[in-house]
């Protein structure tokens, strides 16, 4: 409706005067450089301002050598990126599994016939303890706990257990946002599955769950990049991995700069990662409209 | 004439005296975060045996006992000191500090000295190797390359760490804790095979957390160098650091020191040196 008025309107100024139109399209263009201007004057200042007024703060020569202190960053830098490594691994491991139990978890929740009852109630039941209880508290839990029972090693590893807890708290997350995808898929095209003899699974499988996983990728992206930071939580069972390296530079130098090294590695996988999962959301957005 | 000389040399003998002490007492006036109250940071919870019952206030246990010696030392009563929480990232972060002191079993390093100031030490502890039985029957010995083969962990914020790195050096990968139950707990379920402590909360370990924890040996202390003194904790440039130091002193000197870890340290022998 709108969209004709305005279509409508600039053909009947066109006629009207084009002189009009010329001296509008000047304004506009004054108005945008005046925009860009004030913009670019009050960025400069901002960072100018906290440039100039922080080091001036009285304790700014304590903070910048408790935080921002080059030499130690200098030092314990390449250890920390090699600690990294550790989480890039339980991170690929875990990934993969918390897709498929996630998905498995989704699945049971849509179960709709009568007798599989009890698979529906464990999943529900299962994602409302999950997501109920703090990720750390079950790495705890599993960490310690399972491995208390008497498990040889290596079957005891916190590597393993610390893993299985991950898995056990992101898929409940993960088997949500699959729900939310399978539910949004409209119930006319179960019906019309039904309609050429395709079976309950079938129509899972070829008609709902293609459209229902690409729909939520970009929710599930948003759970990838906080598994990557939670993968860090391992440390707390034993695994020396980012963060606990930082932690324990922090204590060895009595200094707070290799948590900020920390940050920056963290960042350099997670920025890229929100702009890939932006863009994704972007292109799904055109291609819906 | 005789007795006025007489009194005048008391007279002179006891004013130097209670200036000299009026000195040590009067050293802290000024220096500290409330005036006329010596506030000290231990731990949230503070371990046994430094302070028991995580009750600091009552004077039990090591820590504890120092604190109160140290307070007197410096002119301050008992009902002068007022206790307060800190964790180890609290001590070291930059800005005004809550505490004068803080006493957790801080090892002295010279890393550490680039951001905080420590008193001299008040006691030196010898690093001790905690293990199961499981472990002594598979064969750990207290030697070198015996300990290599075993899989270590460690509290990450102590120097144990780095004492496992340059004295052990051991093969697997050595895994780190938050704190002391954190390691008990993985030693029970066998995730690791022996911890570097303290050997006072080595013992304690063994004895009281522990059903079948043995302390396997304890390291020569000058194998362990500076790692493993205590000290206290004070801001960076902290005027209050010389009168610490200086009732620290008295304190070694007269013994009050070795009669306080007397009393609330269990003895070290029994446990055999590693070589």
């Known amino acids: ?289 | 004439m005789n007795i006025v000389i007489k009194s005048l040399v008391i007279a002179g003998a006891i004013s130097l005296m209670s200036g000299t002490a009026l000195a040590a007492e009067n050293c802290a006036v000024g220096k500290t975060v409330t005036d006329g109250v010596l506030t000290i940071g231990t731990g949230n919870p503070a371990y046994f045996p430094w302070v028991i019952d995580d009750n600091p206030e009552s004077g039990q246990g090591f820590e504890a006992a120092v604190a109160y010696a140290l307070a007197d030392r410096m002119g301050f009563d008992a009902d002068q000191v007022v206790w307060t929480r800190t964790t180890f990232d609290q001590a070291i972060q930059p800005g005004v500090k809550d505490y004068d002191i803080n006493m957790q079993q801080y090892s002295i390093t010279e890393e550490r000295r680039q951001t905080i100031d420590f008193s001299s030490p008040y006691y030196t502890s010898a690093a001790a190797v905690l293990v199961r039985k499981p472990a002594v029957e598979a064969g750990a010995q207290p030697n070198i390359a015996s300990l290599k083969g075993l899989k270590w962990g460690a509290a990450a914020g102590t120097t144990a760490n780095e004492l496992i790195n340059s004295l052990i050096d051991p093969e697997p990968q050595t895994l780190l804790y938050d704190d002391n139950a954190d390691i008990t707990e993985a030693l029970k379920s066998n995730q690791i095979d022996a911890v570097l402590l303290d050997l006072p909360s080595a013992l304690f370990t063994a004895a009281v957390l522990l059903d079948d924890g043995v302390v396997l040996g304890q390291f020569p202390s000058d194998a362990t160098g500076e790692l493993d003194q205590f000290g206290a904790v004070l801001e960076k440039g902290n005027p209050l650091l010389e009168c610490v130091d200086t009732a620290l002193a008295e304190m070694g000197a007269d013994g009050t020191l070795a009669s306080i870890e007397a009393r609330w340290l269990q003895s070290e022998t029994g446990v055999p040196v590693i070589e």
């Open chain 1, 1 to 289: 409706m709108s969209k004709d008025m305005q279509t409508g309107t600039p053909a009947a100024s066109e006629k009207v005067a084009g002189f009009s139109k010329q001296a509008r399209q000047q304004r506009e263009i004054r108005l945008r450089r005046r925009s860009t201007l004030i913009a670019t004057v009050s960025t400069i200042s901002v960072f100018l301002a906290i440039y100039i007024l922080v080091p001036m703060a009285p304790g700014w020569e304590k903070v910048q050598h408790s935080f921002f202190n080059w030499e130690i960053f200098e030092k314990t830098f390449p250890t920390l990126l090699n600690a990294f490594l550790l989480d890039i691994a339980i991170f690929a491991w875990s990934a993969p599994l918390i897709a498929i139990w996630g998905l498995a978890l989704a699945l049971a929740r849509d179960a709709r016939s009568p007798a599989l009852f009890p698979l529906r109630l464990f999943a529900t039941v299962y994602n409302d303890i999950f997501r109920g209880v703090p990720v750390i508290l079950t790495i705890y839990l599993i960490g310690f706990g399972i491995p208390g029972l008497g498990l040889p090693r290596p079957w005891n590893s916190p590597y393993i257990w610390g893993s299985v807890a991950l898995v056990l708290s992101y898929s409940a997350y993960v088997a949500e946002v699959y729900r939310a995808g399978i539910e949004s898929i409209h119930e006319s095209q179960r019906a019309a599955a039904k309609s050429l003899g395709l079976s309950h699974w079938d129509t899972m499988r070829f008609i709902i769950l293609p459209q229902a996983v690409r729909r939520v990728l970009p929710a599930n992206m948003n759970n990838l990049i906080s598994l990557q930071k939670d993968v860090a939580l391992l440390s707390f069972i034993g695994p020396v991995e980012l963060l606990r390296q930082a932690g324990v530079f922090k204590s060895f130098y009595a200094n707070f700069t290799p948590y900020l090294g920390a940050a920056l590695i963290f960042l350099a996988v997670t920025i890229p990662a929100t702009r890939f999962a932006d863009s994704l959301m972007a292109r799904q957005d055109k291609e819906r409209r």
